[in-house]
């Protein structure tokens, strides 16, 4: 059965504090592995998708890495629009997406 | 602007009562999917369709129904409403069900069961 966890549950930074959010996963054969943004009251919104291990993307503050085991949000030099909660997804054999619980971001001024 | 459209936004519903919460895309998305969210839960899938006329259970499919008549909606029906099904509910859409589509999701449905 597949498995997302992400680490920490919350995380408050200052402003320009770069961090990075955890997550880890257990999946029998990973078709892929998506983050999300949801803020308050809204529907998660795509970032990115990462197939194998090593690859890289990037938007903006953001950058996304994985490996065989966990993948990383990097949160470079943050501002206060970047609050939000941000979540973890994996995809196996074609199936439904299947969500961590998320990591819940405030970065103040 | 093309996305998907939930409806209604929020509703608050006596327990034993049926509900329909709509869900209609314009993207032309094969596949669909319900999740419900709930705080220190996540979301949790209810059901999907990888195709119009297809459907299949996901992870928390007992009390709920849905149908896909066409590739544009995907309705799920609570046929007889519990406080337990109080929840935020998210429809979603992919492109394809094969590897790497992102989903994109409407802006949820609030619905209290009281």
């Known amino acids: 059965e597949d498995q997302v966890t992400q680490s920490p549950e919350a995380l408050r930074l200052q402003e320009g504090e770069s961090s990075s959010l955890n997550c880890s996963y257990t999946?029998?054969?990973?078709?892929?592995l998506f983050w999300y943004r949801q803020d308050p009251g809204k529907g998660p919104e795509f970032l990115f998708t990462?197939?194998?291990a090593g690859e890289e993307k990037e938007k903006e503050r953001l950058k996304a890495t994985l490996t065989k085991k966990e993948s990383f949000l990097h949160i470079t030099a943050p501002k206060p629009e970047d609050s939000a909660t941000y979540l973890c997804?994996?995809?196996?054999?074609?199936?439904?997406?299947?969500f961590g619980k998320g990591t819940s971001l405030l970065v103040t001024p | 602007i093309a996305g998907i459209t939930q409806a209604p936004t929020s509703q608050i519903l006596a327990a034993g009562r049926r509900m329909t919460l709509r869900c209609t895309q314009d993207?032309?998305?094969?596949?669909m999917y319900w999740y419900r969210q709930d705080l220190g839960l996540g979301l949790r899938l209810i059901h999907y369709?990888?195709?119009?006329?297809?459907?299949g259970k996901g992870e928390v499919p007992d009390g709920y129904s849905v149908s896909r008549a066409n590739t544009d909606d995907f309705p799920l029906t609570l046929a007889s409403a519990v406080p337990s099904q109080t929840s935020v509910y998210f429809c979603?859409?992919?492109?394809?069900?094969?590897?790497?589509?992102?989903?994109?999701f409407g802006s949820g449905t609030r619905l209290t069961v009281v």
């Open positions: 979603a859409s992919s492109e394809d069900v094969s590897r790497g589509y992102g989903y994109t």
């Open positions: 999946v029998s054969g990973l078709r892929g």
């Open positions: 990462l197939y194998s």
């Open positions: 997804a994996v995809q196996s054999r074609g199936h439904a997406l299947n």
């Open positions: 993207m032309r998305h094969n596949a």
């Open positions: 369709s990888n195709t119009a006329g297809t459907t």
